[in-house]
């Protein structure tokens, strides 16, 4: 599956291998254990992240990913918001620092 990510205007279209859905399980589990303590969505702490706000948490992580060239964990952070939103099409990350702004569109 193809995923597009729009980061200021920019596409970084980011394939998501069928299989690493699939094998990585274990892998999309611990990040759900470690998102389930609440996170601090730039102002707000958020005790129980919604599937959504998990998937902006992550998308921030995939911002980190692509601005540090590192392909393998953009694929799997793409690949965990595949797995947790199946119908999504495009991401537009917010870069200002608001990790809610990050925009998730699906189908």
């Given amino acids: 599956m193809k995923l597009n990510v729009n980061i200021d205007g920019q596409d970084y279209p980011i394939e998501v291998p069928t299989d690493l ?3 990585a399980q274990e892998f999309f589990q611990k990040m759900d254990r470690d ?3 609440g996170w601090q969505m730039s102002r ?3 005790r ?3 599937t959504l ?3 902006q948490v992550v998308a921030n992580r995939l911002l980190t990913a692509l601005e540090t060239e590192n392909q393998a964990s953009a694929v799997m952070m793409a690949g965990y ?3 947790k939103l199946p119908t999504v099409q495009t991401i537009y990350i917010d ?3 608001d990790m809610s702004a990050t925009e998730i569109i699906t189908a």
């Fill in 21 to 23: 859905l699939f094998g």
């Fill in 35 to 37: 998102l389930d303590a």
């Fill in 44 to 46: 707000e702490w958020v």
């Fill in 48 to 50: 129980e992240l919604n």
């Fill in 53 to 55: 706000q998990r998937c």
């Fill in 81 to 83: 918001i595949v797995n």
């Fill in 95 to 97: 870069t200002e620092g």
